[in-house]
């Protein structure tokens, strides 16, 4: 036990008088140390019940022969962040959680931990953070949000954003949009469409580091409890087995993850996370990588945004052993995975009850997976789409340019109806370093469909999008402008063409034109204080993870 080092020998007396401060026995004491990673708060939707999770993860801990030792990360909710001046803080936060986690643990020596998070950048810290010091470690997700119902249908956060634009658009009135408000967020848990929280518990499932199943039992469902203290009992036996998460999150393993990322229409914020969570397993994941499995990779589960059903639908179905059984033929099934046995035993007795929800092979929602990477002029070093969520008459587009150099610009843009079809709306100076922090333009992009305009405007920024948002929406072009990539070159009216199935992206202005405007080019003088002056000083590219160094 590394917690050895702390509580045994004639010289550690006063350790154990500290310790029994807490009320814990010799006996206790004795016991392998359980670190209980929470991240409950009572501002975060989905980690409002955690306390309950953390409380069942415990006694599973106690029952199984270990102490746990309960603390909490932070937790920041992308929801209420959008559009605002705080979202410049949510990327930040991962790698912060991911610190802080190393100095708690390491801190205290704790022979093991698990991990309780539900949201978007909290779940990849806490897998940065087990990667990282590499002791047993097991993740319970804290599960979706029931979807809301309006009018008889089912709906979510996406929705709500939306019909904000249908207010502006003269569609919806205020007052309805005031009951919808009541109606589209029942109750706790992570937002209840295949978003960045919830492609990042699909993520640590379909990696091995989470239990088969946990990714998609509701936050309300009893069934959570139980797969929390089910995970508090395994915990012991990965340390007895000594099952590292470096013997789990291989290369391999990486590869199923996105696999089953794209097939069920996982978040472009993957291609940040899968990334920053293998450098710290000295693996690098290139951002091609992604384009090259999104290619091989049928996208089988239309789950909204990039389709009409909720992630209750896909755990009705099956969740996420269901949709790996479907992939066999795409998976390494020898990969290790927290049960202590490898994906084929995980599933080999899966039943995939909904055949809409998870599609044959034969028959999937669009040939290729969820992503699709485009470089070009305008994006040397790539930029990123949802391409299974755009229309198909804006799969390919050219259009003047209209630059904004930040988010809020082009939102009362939208609002004051300066926006022309036809045009590609470029939002720029919102990257890592940039912003700093690389804010979601989730509010502008809902706005624009909102709107009806989704079928007729692009939008392209070195920011980042939700992984709830829809449409013709091209983020992560790196470089970014702050660093005088491309992107800040752009001048009203410049032409920009995009081929998602040619994978392009560009400036249509000659080479000689963009050295021009590139030796006047100044970058930004950096304002900020803090965290977010750090960041911008340290931050890697939206290609490499966009990690602090």
Not at 2 to 19: D, F, M, N, P, Q
Not at 175 to 197: N, Y
Not at 274 to 296: N, T, V
Request: aromatic share 4%; glycine share 10%.
């Amino acid at each position: 036990m590394r917690s050895a080092e702390v509580k045994i020998g004639l010289e550690r007396a006063a350790h154990r008088a500290l310790l029994k401060s807490l009320h814990l026995t010799d006996e206790m004491i004795a016991k392998p140390w359980v670190a209980i990673v929470n991240s409950w708060n009572e501002i975060v939707p989905g980690h409002i019940h955690l306390r309950q999770l953390a409380e069942a993860v415990k006694q599973g801990v106690r029952d199984a022969g270990g102490t746990p030792f309960e603390f909490n990360t932070i937790a920041i909710c992308d929801g209420l962040c959008q559009g605002t001046t705080g979202m410049k803080y949510s990327l930040p936060s991962r790698d912060i959680i991911a610190d802080s986690v190393e100095v708690m643990v390491e801190g205290h020596l704790f022979d093991s931990m698990v991990l309780i998070a539900s949201c978007d950048k909290v779940i990849p810290g806490h897998l940065m953070a087990a990667a990282r010091i590499d002791i047993p470690s097991i993740v319970v997700t804290g599960g979706p949000m029931m979807p809301g119902h309006y009018n008889g249908k089912a709906i979510t956060l996406t929705d709500m954003r939306e019909f904000v634009g249908s207010v502006a658009a003269g569609n919806l009135s205020r007052e309805e949009l005031k009951r919808i408000e009541a109606l589209a967020c029942p109750g706790p848990g992570s937002c209840a469409m295949m978003g960045t929280a919830n492609s990042m518990s699909v993520i640590a499932e379909s990696l091995g580091m989470a239990l088969p199943g946990c990714a998609t039992i509701h936050a309300s469902d009893p069934r959570k409890r139980e797969i929390a203290y089910k995970s508090g009992q395994q915990i012991l036996e990965l340390f007895n087995t000594r099952v590292q998460p470096s013997k789990i999150m291989t290369k391999q393993a990486l590869h199923n993850a996105i696999t089953v990322s794209m097939a069920v229409g996982g978040s472009l914020n993957t291609c940040l996370h899968i990334p920053a969570i293998a450098s710290e397993l000295g693996l690098q994941i290139p951002l091609e990588l992604f384009d090259d499995i999104s290619r091989k990779t049928p996208h089988i589960c239309p789950i909204k945004p990039a389709g009409a059903y909720t992630l209750k639908d896909l755990d009705d179905a099956g969740g996420i052993p269901a949709v790996m059984q479907r992939l066999t033929s795409h998976l390494n099934l020898e990969c290790l995975t927290v049960t202590g046995q490898a994906i084929h035993s995980n599933i080999a007795n899966t039943t995939i009850i909904n055949h809409e929800v998870i599609r044959p092979l034969s028959r999937p929602v669009h040939l290729e997976g969820s992503i699709a990477v485009l470089k070009g002029t305008l994006a040397p070093r790539g930029a990123v789409i949802k391409h299974v969520a755009v229309q198909k008459t804006m799969l390919v587009h050219e259009g003047p340019a209209k630059v904004f150099n930040a988010m809020e610009e082009a939102v009362h843009a939208l609002l004051n109806h300066e926006i022309q079809t036809g045009e590609v709306i470029v939002i720029r100076y919102e990257g890592p370093k940039g912003g700093p922090g690389m804010r979601e333009m989730h509010m502008v992009a809902s706005i624009l469909v909102g709107m009806g305009l989704g079928s007729s405007v692009a939008l392209v920024t070195d920011g980042r999008f939700s992984g709830s948002s829809r449409g013709p929406m091209i983020g992560h072009v790196s470089p970014e402008a702050a660093l005088g990539g491309p992107i800040a070159l752009i001048r009203d009216g410049d032409h920009i063409s995009y081929s998602i199935p040619k994978r392009r992206i560009d400036i249509n202005i000659s080479e000689k034109e963009l050295q021009e405007r590139h030796a006047k080019w100044q970058p930004p003088e950096l304002t900020e204080k803090g965290i977010l002056r750090r960041y911008a000083k340290t931050v890697t590219r939206s290609d490499l993870g966009a990690r602090m160094q």
